[in-house]
């Protein structure tokens, strides 16, 4: 099992919409996959088509009432389950105050979980709370939604502090996988130099004892795509709501490559000189907007 926490402590970065796209693309190739939803927004949830507080109990049951991982999750496709979140989620933290191993009990309980799944994608608020730490605590594998932003750069910093500082002390199994770039536009001159930055960051650190001394910058991009913004009004993932659209086959392609495959032809290529992203021929193209990504 690969439990993998998608987390950046920036807000509107694509956490949500990679966490759900990346669980349904690894889904539909037959993976048994678990969305582990973190955030008391719920909007991971939203996404997959449940109604928080309208659907069962939630992860709020599982973290303060000890619930187990089976009694909560809800299968909404063929290999795709999720552990939904609710507003509730959001006074854990006080009421967990006097818990001893309170930034574990995810881990435990997952632990105890006998459904065999391939992969457990957990998406994280925008915050380190006890439960970003509870990802933390139970992934082995770190990927860090980002935007080509100098911006980000800065921000990336202080989140790589955070998994060393959990790596030391709590769970030494912990390793940052990868960065994935959302909202990307292509050839523009800034987001081929924060890449840039990017990839000598981490060139640079290959050898030392750090978490992300392994992390890989993944070739794939998600590009701006409108329908990556519809398709949570609907309760889809992109491959129900626009499985033709480039959003679906951006986050197809990072699917394959995080199980070593090399990246669609789009994007295998050394130079990545496409135009920006534009609807299919006969549509009107909304403007562009922030909102492709609105986790």
């Known amino acids: 099992m690969r439990r993998i926490a998608v987390l950046n402590q920036k807000g509107g970065v694509g956490k949500t919409t990679t966490t759900v796209n990346l669980a349904a693309a690894l889904a539909l190739e037959g993976h048994k996959t678990l969305v582990v939803d973190l955030d008391p927004q719920a909007h991971a949830t939203l996404h997959l088509g449940l109604l928080p507080g309208r659907s069962g109990p939630s992860l709020y049951e599982v973290l303060t009432h000890n619930m187990s991982m089976q009694s909560v999750r809800r299968q ?22 006097g818990t001893v191993g309170r930034e574990v009990i995810l881990r435990d309980q997952l632990q105890v979980d006998r459904e065999p799944f391939d992969y457990v994608l957990m998406d994280c608020p925008p915050s380190l709370s006890v439960l ?74 290959r050898n030392n004892a750090v978490p992300w001394a392994e992390a890989k910058l993944f070739r794939t991009r998600i590009r701006r795509n409108i329908r990556l913004a519809e398709c949570p009004s609907f309760g889809q993932s992109i491959f129900e709501y626009a499985p033709n659209s480039r959003g679906a086959e951006d986050y197809a392609s990072l699917a394959g490559e995080i199980q070593g495959r090399a990246p669609a032809a789009i994007w295998a290529e050394s130079e990545m000189d496409m135009d920006t992203d534009t609807d299919p021929p006969g549509e009107v193209a909304p403007p562009e907007t922030d909102a492709a990504s609105a986790a």
């Open 132 to 205: 970003t730490l509870n990802a933390l605590c139970a992934a082995t594998e770190v990927f860090i939604p980002l935007q080509a932003h100098f911006l980000a750069l800065h921000g990336l910093s202080k989140l790589l502090e955070t998994v060393h500082l959990v790596s030391r002390r709590v769970n030494r199994d912990l390793k940052v996988g990868g960065i994935i770039l959302c909202l990307y536009d292509a050839g523009t001159r800034h987001g081929s130099e924060v890449i840039e930055d990017l990839e000598g960051f981490f060139a640079a650190r």
């Open 76 to 97: 909404v496709a063929p290999n795709l389950h999720v552990c939904g979140s609710h507003i509730d989620l959001a006074g854990a933290e006080l009421e967990l105050l």
